[in-house]
């Protein structure tokens, strides 16, 4: 099922349109955006909006975020792990990471998966429903809000195959570049080579794209823009992926990318 009205979803220009309808002026666009991004679960708690504008938005547009069921915590270290439960009761898993350079989060894409590998427990569960952006959104603001930390890097590989859930998470992508609750060019991890999902990613705004691939994907994707990095297996992924760069684009764009890579999941 999806979710329709997806108020969270909505970039400031979007809303604009939709509460000039309403016959309220533009600055509450702004005033609304703030709001559903900072990740509140009610009107009630748009304090600046008047009461009538509240009243009116929660009747027609409900918000969509995650609320943690589960929380785990690991002896080792800083790692946190959440079940979240979304507003039609389906779950979805998500992993908080402290390294060096501050926390990262593991999100999901979609609630199981259409992929049907036969090692991963999501892909034999079978697939439900794509996450809206929002309720990829929401998996980061609340778990902000439940550690009190800032989240610097997000890594879409939780439940779901990404590149699967195209639409969303690119809007989910250029929702997160206008708010200051994660960082602004998220590094977007797929766990599968969906070509068509690939090209899609193929722009400026995504650092790299990590893919379960061969070589040839890498050099396609390599060639095309520079700002891509795919690799297959473990352990020597990285240092493979920069090779077939350096082959084809140069030692200082490699290089380059290098530098962005800042840990591996």
């Not at 009243?55 to 069921?69: F, H, M, N, Q």
């Amino acid at each position: 099922m999806q979710v329709s009205q997806d108020i969270r979803a909505m970039l400031p220009v979007e809303l604009e349109l939709l509460l000039a309808e309403l016959g309220q002026p533009k600055y509450r666009a702004k005033q609304l955006f703030k709001w559903l991004q900072a990740g509140v679960h009610s009107y009630d708690e748009m304090t600046d909006l008047p009461k009538s504008l509240r009243t009116v938005l929660s009747d027609v547009y409900p918000i969509y975020g995650a609320e943690a069921a589960r929380r785990l915590a690991s002896r080792l270290d800083e790692t946190r792990k959440y079940l979240f439960r979304l507003h039609d009761g389906q779950c979805v898993e998500s992993v908080l990471m402290k390294y060096n350079h501050g926390y990262s989060i593991c999100v999901s894409t979609q609630v199981g998966c259409r992929m049907g590998c036969v090692f991963c427990a999501t892909g034999r569960s079978g697939y439900s429903r794509n996450l809206t952006p929002s309720e990829i959104l929401a998996q980061i603001t609340e778990a902000q809000r439940i550690e009190s930390v800032r989240i610097s890097n997000v890594v879409l590989m939780g439940m779901g195959e990404p590149l699967d859930n195209m639409d969303n998470v690119l809007r989910f992508h250029r929702e997160g570049k206008m708010i200051a609750a994660i960082c602004a060019a998220p590094s977007i991890f797929a766990e599968l080579g969906l070509l068509k999902g690939i090209r899609a990613t193929c722009n400026p705004g995504f650092e790299h794209v990590l893919i379960d691939h061969g070589a040839d994907l890498v050099r396609e994707n390599a060639v095309t823009t520079g700002n891509v990095i795919t690799s297959r297996g473990m352990g020597t992924a990285i240092p493979f992926a920069l090779a077939i760069v350096e082959h084809y684009l140069g030692r200082e764009t490699a290089e380059a990318l290098g530098k962005k890579i800042l840990y591996y999941q």
